[in-house]
Every structure is written in structure tokens, then in C-alpha cells.
């Protein structure tokens, strides 16, 4: 496998949210039309610059009626990636391949959901009705032994994870930490002003052992958008372009949705290496090249999976590798400096992309002096993706 | 039983119920007719008045049976009924009294639970019909298999009279001193408190079935835990899939496995709570000896659940539809 033609001939110019909250009053599909009209806003364009849209197979909200609801007018590109969070990354992917190859000028990613006043992610699967398809099949071997949320399901393979490499709760309990502590300076983050200590981590109640409430990433109401186009193109906007100097999706053997049990070991996250290998193979960078990482951190267990797997530690280690402040702001390597959606907010990773956007424009509320490359994943335990964003050098 | 009304309700008994009323219609033969065409009763004495007379009744009679419809106040009467009771208490009648104590004591829940009733003579069209209700009794509290209760009785009884019969009510049972009775109707039921009894659990969701798992859940229906086998490789596989991963092969077939393992990982799930399932909820992942893994069921203390454990399936039934291997220990006994 060679580098990736579109690497680095692509990038960001825009990004909108709305607020994260609780209950936003309002429908997905309002939430969906204001970060889209806020992302292309923040690029400088116009409604109908924009000829391609990609989302989520999971979210509500079809491009057509944000389409309408905008004035975009014509589309020639529209996709959807499935996997719930895995697609995040996805979704710039798809925009950055549709741009370099012409199908369209400008594309729009986004994920709206009211995810905590309305369909809570966080109940799982208790209530889907056995309808004979293969991806309800897959699941018939979770739901009547009451196997049914996605805490659960990062659970039992963190458990195997944990035993064999001397990870404790208290690891866990590190990257709440971390999260939290940059998610009390983001005004934007639900716990603004609200650190936690190791001994909140270690008292809060038991969600799946061996999975502690604070292991568990919020429910959220809220939307983000992000606009993509060629690097020749963003030249003229107002941002200065954020590159995207590779965009990969994984699946990795013995690939299953939240439940890949059955691999050789549980150690690891196979489709993450598959994300990696192109991402540092077509960006031509490397886990030492990167100044910060935004990380999916819906569980704290698979952020240690993941340091693993991009190569910022050696397996099993990553448990010694996050000691010491390394992943906070001011250390070695930091992570979700918004947050992440421990501690800003769950949008399904895309939160995650964006502040990786404001990192390298420079102007984060958590800046991460001098930054110049960042890596960002997507969900995990399920097929994912990846991006290495930079300046343009 | 937090209340205890015995004596306002032992003062209640003998009571009448309210002043004596008069049937809305007078005895006729339509009603008649719907009544016995409704029960599907074919006696033509009912219809017929030849038949009536050379039955020795004197023509068409009322079957003895409606005795209480034709005193009954209709649907929007009782609605006024009830719409006052427990409103204003100067307008309670003993009856109202009786069900709003039996109510304050817990006894909010209502069986019918007996009805006789004796007629005096048959009733015939143009006939207008007077009834008195009394509260007969009123039990001590009973235990019964509803729960804790009291029975009351009520005796109806049942008068013709004429035209002069007074319009205002208060005149009315001395009316009925000198009227002519024509049957009466002892009317019982329970009182009762509502047993609080546990919500009943919830089945397990269901799995969904299709061509390429249902195997598995019926062999658990029959006893037996399966395990695919690719019959071009010999290779075992679970979950099940339609073709092999290692050689591409659609074709094949099941072993019986040991139902031996250990548990290769484990979880205890605290929350979200779901009715169908006892919490705290132990599951494990069981290496089993055959080499496939499984998620399932452990009746190990959450505790005490550990990863290395080995541990020994049985098929458990749930809801008396879904069989799914649950693991204990293995004590190796």
C-alpha cells in the first residue's frame, strides 16, 4: 500500500457548533441547519458554494432538508458512513476525496443529535426488537444475556485488557483526569470549572465494572459541522487552511461492532493500527511529529488501546506512558485539550475534530503552544478513522 | 389495615339505603322482548299472550329475572350518583357512607361476589314497580384470596304499586306498608385491599434469528450448546457466520461442545438497570475448551468472579422460551 494521492492537497476551512447542553429545546434537524449556516459562515463562503454533504448512517438529519433549509441548492456529492463515532474522521475523508477529485468544490460534514433529552446512546440496545437481519443477529449474542450497552461492551474487552497488563481502575482513572482538568478552562464544555480528582474517579459509582461513572463519557445535545475543500481553494479564504495531511478509515481482523471478542487476543484495536499505518505512511509524519492528540475517549480504556496503536508507546504500556501529566496540557503529549467528551461534550467525535482545527489556527482556549501537527481519531471498538491536520508548511 | 371503621359501620347496618324509588318505566312488553331475545330465551310466554293464558298466567308475564331492571336508574343516573358522592357529604346515602369508610380503610377494591333473589309472583306488563334497599350486613375484616376484606350484603326489596304512589320521596315507605311485594334480591360483595404484589418480570429480550444462527438457539432449546464447524476445514467458529474465514467454505456443520472453559474475560454490569435481568449482573467471556469463545450467563458471586476461573454450562430455560447456557464453577466434582 502506497500514500494516499489526496494527502495533504486538502483542507479545513471552516467549523461551527452549536452550544452542548443537556436539553436543547430544539429538533436534531434545527441543530444540524445552525452548525452547518456557523461552519460556512466561519469559511467565508457562500450556501451555495457547497456541492457535496456528509454524515453519519446513525444521524436523523437527511442533507436534503439542511439543503433547503440553507439555500445550498445543488448537490453532487452526499455520502453516509456507518459505525456511530467511527465515522467521524470518516466523514472529513470522504469530503477531502470528493474535493481532490473534482465531484465537488466544498463539502460539509456534520453530526446533530439531541443524544441526552432525546435518544440516550448511553440506554443500548435494550429495546431493539428482533427483526431477522444479520447486524440484529450479531447482537443475539449480547442482549439475552443482558450484554446491551456500549459501556458494557468496551467492559468486558477493558477487563481482559487490564488483567494481562497490570492496568488498574486508577489508570482509567488518569485520562478522566486529564480530560477533565482542560474541559474546567473551556467555557464552551459542559464541565467548565468542574476538575475532578483520582479520588472523584475512584468514589463515583460502578456504571460496568470495571468501568467507574467517570469512565464514561456524557450524553449530549448539540451539533458540529465542518467544511472541506482543496488546499488550492482554501488559499483565498479567510482562515488560514488547515491541512489535512492524511484521512484514513480502518477495519482490522476479526472486525465486529463493539464486540470483537473473538481475536486473537483483546489487546488491542486492530482497525486503529490499519487507521495508523496509512495515516503516518500518507502524511509521511510520525507519532514523534505530533505536538497533540485528540483521542475518542467515549471509555477511558481504549484511549490506552489507542497511544498503543498509533505508536506513541509500545503495547502494554500505555498505562506508564500517560503518568506523570505527559497527557495534559504542558505535557509531552496532550490530549482532548477541550475536553474531550468526558469533559466538553459527546458529539460523536466531531467536537474533537474541531478543536483539533482551532489547535492549529492557534487560537484554542487550551492552546497547545506552538503546535504544528495534531493526530485525531474516531470511535472505538468499532470500525474508525483517523486524521493528521497541520499547518500549511 | 392503618384504618379501622368497625363501629361507624356496624351503626350503618339495618340502614336504608336512601328513600324507596320507582321504576323509570312501567312493566312492558318491549323490554321484554329485548331482555328474552338478548338472553336467548324462547319461552313464549314472554311474547305470547295466548300462551300466557293457557300457561295459567293470565297472558304475557316479565321473566322473573328482570325483577332488578326495572328498578335500575339507567347509565346517566348513576353517573349522578357518583359524580356527587364524596363531593358534598350531606348528600351521602348510607350506601355512599358505607363504601367511602371501607375506602378509608383500605379496602379500596371491589368484587361482586353473590346475587339471589326470590320472586313472589310473576310481573305483568303495565305494572309499576317500587324498590327499598336496606344494608343487611357488614363481615369483620376476612382474609380472603384477594386479600384482606369485609363482605356487606344488601337486601332489595321489590313492590308493585299504582299510580297513587307519592312522587315525593320522603312519603314513600309508608307507601310501601301497605303495597303488595313482589320479590326480593340479596346483593353481596367484597370489599377488599389490593394485594401489593411484585411487578412481574419482564422475558429477555429475544435474540434475532436468521438461516445462519438459529441453530444455535434451537440446539440450546434441545440441550445442547453448539459450535459451528466448517466441514471443508474442520475449522470451529462462534458467533455463527455463514462461510468459513479461513478457507471461504458455505458448507457446514455443528459439534456438541463439552460446555468446559474458562473465563477468558468478565464484566458486572451495574447500570442501566433493565427489568428483565437481576442486578448486579455478572457476564463472561468463556474460552471454552473446544477453542471458540462465548459470551453468556455466570451464576458466580460478582464478587469472587475472576478471569482464569474455569468454569462448566448448563443450559438454563427462561420464560419458558429462550435457553441460553448459563457457567458455574467447575469444582472439578
Known sequence: ??????????????????????????????????????????????????????????????????????????????????????????????????????????????????????????????????????????????????????????????????????????????IAVADRKHAATNPKAWFYEQPITLEDHQNSRWIVEPLHLLDCCQETDGAQAIVVTTKERAKDLPHAPVVIQAAAQGSGAGQDMMTSYYRDDLLGLPEMSVVARQLWESSGMGPDDMDAAILYDHFTPYVLYQLEELGFCKKGEAKDFIKGGRIELGGDLPINMHGGQLGEAYLHGMNGIAEAVRQVRGHAVNQVDGLERIVVTAGTGVPTSGLVLSHDA | MSVDHSEALAALVGMSTGFPTVALDLVNEPMIRHWAEAMGDTNPVYFDAVAGVTAG???????????????????????????????????????????????????????????????????????????????????????????VGRFTTSLSEFFSVDESFPSDPSLRDAALAKAERVGTMRFRILKFAPQASAPAKPPRP????????????????????????????????HPPLPACGKCESLEWDTIESKGSGEIYSFVVVHYPQVPSFDYPLPIALVALDEGTRIVANVSIDPEHIAIGQRVIARIETFDNDLSLPVFDLDTGA
Open chain 1, 1 to 174: 500500500m502506497s500514500a494516499h494521492s489526496f494527502a495533504g492537497e486538502t483542507a479545513i476551512v471552516g467549523i461551527g457548533a452549536t452550544e452542548f447542553s443537556k436539553d436543547s429545546g430544539r429538533s436534531e434537524l434545527r441543530l444540524a441547519v445552525e452548525a452547518v449556516k456557523a461552519a460556512i459562515a466561519d469559511a467565508g463562503i457562500k450556501p451555495s458554494d457547497v456541492g457535496g454533504m456528509v454524515t453519519y448512517s446513525s444521524d436523523t438529519n437527511p442533507d436534503v432538508d439542511i439543503a433547503r433549509s440553507l439555500g445550498i441548492g445543488d448537490l453532487t456529492f452526499f455520502s453516509r458512513i456507518h459505525y456511530g463515532g467511527g465515522a467521524a474522521c470518516g466523514t472529513v475523508q470522504q469530503a477531502a476525496l470528493a474535493v481532490h477529485a473534482g465531484v465537488a468544490d466544498y463539502v460539509v460534514c456534520y453530526r446533530a443529535f439531541n443524544e441526552r433529552s432525546g435518544n440516550r446512546f448511553g440506554a443500548g440496545v435494550q429495546g431493539r426488537a428482533p427483526m431477522p437481519n444479520a447486524e440484529n443477529a450479531h447482537l443475539a449474542s449480547y442482549i439475552p444475556v443482558g450484554l446491551l450497552t456500549p459501556a458494557s461492551w468496551v467492559a468486558l474487552a477493558a477487563q481482559r485488557y487490564m488483567h494481562v497488563n497490570g492496568a488498574t481502575s486508577e489508570d482509567l482513572g488518569v
Open chain 2, 57 to 147: 298466567l293470565g297472558g304475557i308475564v316479565a321473566p322473573p329475572t328482570m325483577l332488578q331492571a326495572w328498578s335500575m336508574v339507567g347509565l346517566t343516573g348513576t353517573l349522578k350518583r357518583e359524580s356527587s358522592r364524596g363531593e358534598k357529604k350531606d348528600l351521602e346515602n348510607a350506601n355512599d357512607t358505607m363504601m367511602r369508610l371501607l375506602d378509608e380503610e383500605g379496602l379500596t377494591s371491589v368484587v361482586a361476589t353473590n346475587c339471589e333473589q326470590e320472586y313472589d309472583r310473576p310481573l305483568r306488563p303495565g305494572e309499576r314497580i317500587a324498590m327499598r334497599a336496606t344494608i343487611e350486613t357488614i363481615s369483620d375484616v376476612k382474609k380472603t384470596g384477594l386479600g
Open chain 2, 206 to 237: 429475544k435474540p434475532a434469528l436468521t438461516q445462519d444462527n438459529a441453530f444455535f438457539f434451537e440446539g440450546l432449546n434441545e440441550g445442547k450448546l453448539l459450535i459451528q464447524r466448517c466441514t471443508a476445514c474442520a475449522t470451529l467458529r
